[in-house]
């Protein structure tokens, strides 16, 4: 993230006209631990350092170790909830907030984060998300059934075709919940969703993908086969990474691929059972019970296919 300088210096004053030194040291070893002022700053250690140096030095090292999210994230939970039990009110907070915003961030207070506005830009990790962190997203894994019977029986032309449409479908409606595609290799992919009633949002994107599928066979279809999908749904903890080879290691994304491939029939989503604990019963009356090869209990959402 690239922050404007007009934002950099409202957070010098905010912290210098509202903190001593203790209490900026204190918030920024929340984002950067055993941080040391003298260290940073070079001044000698029997020396007293000036507030608005100590400022200019936090949102500086903040702002170069890509920490200035969460760094402001705890200036707003100061604001909010105080400092060791007393009320902290910081200076220019409103503005600060206002500054996040022009920088392409919105803040979530349900789940006290910033996050990308859609509007100005969309990251696979959402603006927030670092290497390594750990957070509980919900899954979808689809993928195209009989992948290699289409290449073998159709055009390159007509499958890249209906792939392409296919992929811009999938796409669109995991972006349009505001969640995030993980993985892609043509024939499917692994996307994700974190904010809002993210168990809703995959179940309501997974479905619109199916009916468009279903469209697209109806009216659009350039193969000789219509195009069919399998799709999964789960929920659980998954360590962010950038680097696929260790997205894959995960648990959770492994359960989610077994679910696709293994309990999931033709035009049909399979839901874990945990996902479901949090729909109502309207949702869940849509919903078919079973038993998986596992003998797990799973839900599925199907739309027949007649030829």
Same mark, same amino acid.
């Given at each position: 993230?690239?922050?404007?300088?007009?934002?950099?210096?409202?957070?010098?004053?905010?912290?210098?006209?509202?903190?001593?030194?203790?209490?900026?040291?204190?918030?920024?070893?929340?984002?950067?631990?055993?941080?040391?002022?003298?260290?940073? @700053?070079?001044?000698?250690?029997?020396?007293?350092?000036?507030?608005?140096?100590?400022?200019?030095?936090?949102?500086?090292?903040?702002?170069?170790?890509?920490?200035?999210?969460?760094?402001?994230?705890?200036?707003?939970?100061?604001?909010?909830?105080?400092?060791?039990?007393?009320?902290?009110?910081?200076?220019?907070?409103?503005?600060?907030?206002?500054?996040?915003?022009?920088?392409?961030?919105?803040?979530?207070?349900?789940?006290?984060?910033?996050?990308?506005?859609?509007?100005?830009?969309?990251?696979?990790?959402?603006?927030?998300?670092?290497?390594?962190?750990?957070?509980?997203?919900?899954?979808?894994?689809?993928?195209?059934?009989?992948?290699?019977?289409?290449?073998?029986?159709?055009?390159?032309?007509?499958?890249?075709?209906?792939?392409?449409?296919?992929?811009?479908?999938?796409?669109?409606?995991?972006?349009?919940?505001?969640?995030?595609?993980?993985?892609?290799?043509?024939?499917?992919?692994?996307?994700?969703?974190?904010?809002?009633?993210?168990?809703?949002?995959?179940?309501?994107?997974?479905?619109?993908?199916?009916?468009?599928?279903?469209?697209?066979?109806?009216?659009?279809?350039?193969?000789?086969?219509?195009?069919?999908?399998?799709?999964?749904?789960?929920?659980?903890?998954?360590?962010?990474?950038?680097?696929?080879?260790?997205?894959?290691?995960?648990?959770?994304?492994?359960?989610?691929?077994?679910?696709?491939?293994?309990?999931?029939?033709?035009? @049909?989503?399979?839901?874990?059972?945990?996902?479901?604990?949090?729909?109502?019963?309207?949702?869940?009356?849509?919903?078919?019970?079973?038993?998986?090869?596992?003998?797990?209990?799973?839900?599925?959402?199907?739309?027949?296919?007649?030829?």
């Amino acid at each position: 993230m690239k922050v404007k300088a007009s934002l950099l210096n409202i957070c010098i004053k905010a912290l210098a006209e509202s903190m001593v030194s203790d209490m900026m040291i204190s918030v920024v070893r929340e984002v950067i631990p055993h941080y040391d002022i003298y260290k940073q @700053t070079g001044f000698p250690q029997n020396m007293a350092i000036p507030n608005r140096d100590i400022a200019r030095q936090i949102v500086r090292d903040v702002n170069e170790n890509n920490f200035f999210p969460p760094f402001v994230l705890e200036l707003v939970k100061l604001h909010r909830m105080g400092y060791q039990g007393r009320p902290c009110s910081i200076s220019y907070m409103d503005q600060i907030i206002r500054g996040m915003r022009a920088n392409g961030l919105l803040y979530d207070m349900k789940n006290h984060l910033f996050v990308e506005d859609p509007s100005v830009q969309r990251t696979r990790n959402w603006g927030v998300f670092r290497e390594g962190q750990e957070g509980v997203f919900t899954l979808l894994k689809i993928d195209i059934v009989d992948n290699s019977v289409l290449v073998k029986e159709n055009s390159k032309a007509d499958v890249d075709v209906a792939y392409d449409i296919f992929r811009k479908q999938v796409f669109e409606n995991i972006e349009r919940r505001n969640g995030r595609v993980w993985n892609w290799e043509g024939d499917g992919g692994i996307g994700a969703f974190y904010f809002g009633d993210k168990k809703v949002c995959a179940l309501l994107c997974a479905i619109n993908i199916l009916h468009e599928i279903i469209y697209y066979n109806l009216f659009q279809r350039n193969l000789k086969n219509p195009l069919q999908v399998r799709i999964a749904l789960h929920d659980g903890r998954v360590v962010y990474t950038n680097t696929e080879k260790d997205l894959f290691n995960n648990e959770n994304i492994k359960q989610v691929i077994s679910i696709e491939s293994k309990q999931t029939k033709p035009n @049909t989503i399979t839901i874990s059972d945990m996902i479901t604990t949090s729909y109502d019963a309207v949702i869940k009356n849509q919903l078919e019970s079973f038993r998986g090869k596992d003998n797990k209990r799973y839900y599925r959402y199907s739309v027949e296919w007649e030829d």
